[in-house]
């Protein structure tokens, strides 16, 4: 119990120390909204491309599956016509 509340602590601590330390005549670094929309461009492509990889496989895989079950079925009728 006593080790949690120092971890609460430190972190606070430490919460506080970067907020302290951020504040200085320095300004933040800038970043132009063309470089947000081409990330946020990129990330939807990368998404979209993720999506399509993952849909895809699983179909080939379901159809290998599918097929494999139409052989079965089709040797087990063979089977018992002879």
Do not use: W
């Not at 079950?69 to 040797?75: A, D, L, P, R, T």
């Amino acid at each position: 119990m006593a080790y949690t509340k120092s971890f609460i602590r430190a972190i606070f601590f430490l919460c506080n120390l970067s907020v302290a330390l951020t504040e200085s005549t320095v300004s933040c670094y800038r970043i132009e909204p063309g470089t947000i929309v081409g990330i946020v461009c990129a990330d939807l492509v990368l998404t979209l491309i993720i999506v399509v990889v993952t849909y895809r496989c699983a179909r080939i895989r379901r159809q290998k599956i599918d097929n494999a079950h139409k052989v079965y079925m089709n040797v087990r009728a063979n089977c018992k016509s002879t």
